[in-house]
């Protein structure tokens, strides 16, 4: 089983949740130690928080959360099979393919048993992808997206690139994801969410464009 990230605490709890628990920790501190000691940790920190974000502002600092920034305006295209960009932008079929998960379990999250087995499911079913991108047709896939939209951020999206249909519904054969596919639809796990939109966008319908972004979607993919 792979690690729990270390965003699990924040993404699967409420910030009112995450607020209680600090000041419990801070009371249980401020019983077993000097009353000014208590404070001292707390001061230096928001001390040196303000300071650096102040020296940033005023550009004594570098800013870490512009390294990867492309400024200005760029888009993002799909590489021909030689490898030389197309002179027409948006010149190839493509398969947009979103797929969302949610966990209905308020109590456990993310910690839920079932979620966990799903979460190495998919993982199992993206480094299939990943390692055999030309025998699916795989371009690739952006990082997990968090709903904001509830509380606790238990509903999770990706959204995967495709060359053609044909090629997703190839994989959809595969073992990697007949293996949790069948699993799932036995109908024994009230408490997972599964969901997927699929989209095909003939050519010359589709563009690409960032503006002051960082890399994402196509634009953080190696075959653009």
């Known amino acids: 089983m792979s690690a729990i990230p270390h965003t699990i605490l924040r993404d699967d709890f409420k910030l009112s ?6 000041a419990f920790l801070q009371a249980l501190i401020f019983l077993v130690a ?5 404070a001292v940790p707390v001061l230096l920190v928001m001390a040196g928080l303000i300071t650096k974000n102040m020296l940033m502002r005023f550009g004594y600092l570098r800013d870490p959360s512009m390294d990867r920034v492309y400024v ?11 490898g030389s960009v197309p002179e027409t932008p948006g010149d190839k079929d493509i398969v947009v ?14 910690f839920d048993a079932d979620t966990l087995e799903v979460r190495d499911m998919f993982g199992d079913m993206w480094k299939e992808l990943s390692d055999n991108r030309e025998k699916w047709g795989f371009i690739g896939k952006t990082g997990t997206l968090l709903s904001t939209d509830v509380e606790n951020t238990n ?53 690409t464009i960032y503006h002051n972004f960082v890399p994402f979607g196509l634009g953080e993919l190696s075959t653009v």
């Open 155 to 207: 509903s999770a999206a990706w959204i995967s690139y495709w060359r053609s249909l044909e090629d997703l519904q190839a994989f959809a054969q595969a073992e990697a994801h007949q293996r949790g596919f069948q699993w799932y639809m036995k109908g024994k796990h009230p408490s997972i969410g599964i969901m997927h939109e699929t989209y095909v966008v003939p050519a010359g319908n589709w563009e």
């Open 17 to 22: 949740t995450l607020v209680y628990f600090g």
């Open 72 to 82: 200005g305006r760029t888009t993002a295209q799909i590489v021909n099979d030689d």
């Open 34 to 38: 000097p009353h000014r000691v208590v």
């Open 97 to 110: 393919f979103l797929l969302g998960s949610c966990t209905n379990n308020a109590m456990d999250g993310r």
